[in-house]
Structure formats: C-alpha cells, structure tokens
DNA sequence: ATCGCTAGCGTTATGTCATAACATATCAGT
DNA sequence: ACTGATATGTTATGACATAACGCTAGCGAT
C-alpha cells in the first residue's frame, strides 16, 4: 500500500501495456474520433480479436487522461493536450457533423460556473461532458453534405 | 377506423400524434431518464411493439423541445420547462449515479461562453451537449452505493 | 373525386455499441 | 514458491439504434 518509490506526482504518460499502446497509436494515427470497432479492425493484424479487449485499453487511457469519449458520437479521441486539461478541469469538444475533425478546448469561466452550479446544489460534481457538435470553417465554405450524423 | 376522439386537442403543446402523446406521457410519469426500451416496455399494453415506433416519436419530440436526449446514459427525459430553453440557448443536465434523478438547467453565462468560442473559430454551432455526472445532495447524505454506470 | 404530396404508422431484419462471465497469464513483493 | 493485483484472451449475450419495405390518413390544387 506504501508508496515505495517513484513519487508520480506529474503523471506521464505511464507505462502502457502492449493493447493500450495499440489503441493509444491507432487514436493517435487517426484523423477523427473512432468507435471501439473501428479501433478493433485496424488492430487485427495485430493479434486483437475482440471488442472487449479495445474497451478495457480505452478505460485505461481514459482514466489517465490519455483518451476521451465522445459520448453523442460514442466513439473516442486521442487527448490532444495531455496533462492539461486533467488539471485544470474538463475538457469541450466541438466536433464537425461535416468532416469528423474534433478540436479540444477548455474553457475556466465555463468549467468555474459548472462547479458554481453543482456547489450550490450540493451536486458531488464527478466528471463533465461538454459537446458542441456544427460545422468547422473548412467545410462551411464547401457545401458538402452531411456525412456524420 | 375513423375518427374515434375529438378532433379538439386541449393540449398546450403543439399537436401529438397518438404515440407520440404515449412517449411524451410515459417520460413524464417517470421520474428518471428511460431508455427508448425502457419506454416500449412501458407502452406494450398500448400496442406499440417495435423500437422503433419510439425513436420515431422521439425524435419529433425532441425536435420541438419537448424532450431531451441525454448522451451519456443513451436515455431520455422530458423537457423540464417547456417553452424557456426552446427559446434560444441548450440545457444542461446534472445527472445522479446514486438515484438516476436529473437536474435540467441553463446558464446564459456557459452558453454565451461557448457561443463566443464557436464565433472566434468559424464553427457553425448547432447543438451543445452538456451533462454533468456525479451525486446529488440526497444521496450524498445516505452513502448508498452506486446503481447507475 | 382523384391525383399527388407529405407525414405518420407497423413490421421484419439487421446493424452498432458495450459488457458478463470465465479461464489463463504475468509480475512484483513477501 | 505463494499470493494478490493486474492484464489478457475468448465466447456469448445484452443494450441501443436504424434500414428498408409497404401501407394509411390528411390535405390542398387541379
């Protein structure tokens, strides 16, 4: 129970096993959010097999602030900033229904007025989600369609 | 079969059809979010048989603002205030883990903050997301533990 | 009145997302 | 070597959501 060394107190990007090294790379490598399936087929030459292996290196990332769910997309991000926004408070996503790009932000009077929200309600605040969910610039200038739902 | 009712609708809503009135009743006696299965479970003996018979009338409901989508559990509420938030501006839900109860708010300050970020960045906003997870001030008071994921 | 349009309805089948349950493996600390 | 914690692999199942089809009702314009 002791800590016996390593004194973590700026979490790095710990040491991951070899699945969530895997799924953390495929995140990484991909352009837009990617459901755990899509993650699985890009892993299967690599020896994955099933869904639930991607799903307990997703939560690990998760909760080391390596990943994030996108939860009106259900499908995951690579953190674009680590070790920022796990200080600070959560992050927002505002994510293109035109071209999938996800950009990342946090906003303190947002986060602060939130937890001003819950302090007064006596809400235990655990975790926020904030999505905004548009079009980016690039694609409100060409016309395209929808492809996202 | 013909017209069996009134055409008169004493509503103040906008006019339902029959199974979005079921819907839109069944979310208003509940008093925690349901799950569109939970609420074809519900609406059996009413004769509605396929799921999606529900997420059709979901859809238009939420569409006019008398329903909300809640992300993060895949469930639904009614709109607690029917009318204000349609005005302009999106909600935000406050969720319990311990009892399922859900909070709806709006913040004018959060929402400009978030328009103001959309505006700077050229993102064409359509629909914010935002739902707060944690332990209301009831059941912060008995330590039961935690039913809801 | 009938045509054509739009919206809703009912049904079957299928697609997509996520976890339960169980067995095995790896490794650090005693 | 034993133990406990953590990760892994596999099968099966559960939970959430939509595609695709055809039918019906209401309604307005010719």
């Given at each position: 129970m002791a800590h016996t060394h390593d004194d973590h107190h700026h979490e790095r990007p710990r040491d991951l096993t070899r699945n969530q090294d895997?799924?953390?790379?495929?995140?990484?490598?991909?352009?837009?959010?990617l459901s755990a399936y899509d993650i699985l087929d890009r892993l299967r030459e690599d020896?994955?097999?099933a869904p639930l292996q991607v799903y307990r290196a997703l939560d690990?990332?998760?909760?080391?602030?390596?990943?994030?769910?996108?939860?009106?997309?259900n499908?995951?991000?690579c953190c674009a900033d680590v070790g920022c926004h796990r200080?600070?408070?959560?992050?927002?996503?505002?994510?293109?229904?035109?071209?999938?790009?996800?950009?990342e932000f946090a906003d303190d009077e947002v986060n602060a007025r939130l937890a001003g929200w819950a302090a007064e309600h006596?809400?235990?605040?655990e975790r926020t989600t904030i999505?905004?969910?548009?079009?980016?610039?690039?694609?409100?200038?060409?016309?395209?369609?929808?492809p996202l739902r």
């Open positions: 895997l799924v953390l790379s495929t995140l990484n490598e991909a352009h837009e959010p020896g994955l097999r690990k990332l998760i909760e080391q602030g390596l990943a994030h769910r996108l939860e009106s997309l499908a995951f991000v200080a600070r408070g959560s992050a927002a996503f505002a994510i293109c229904s035109g071209c999938g790009r996800v950009d006596g809400f235990a605040l999505e905004l969910r548009g079009r980016c610039a690039e694609c409100r200038k060409s016309q395209s369609g929808s």
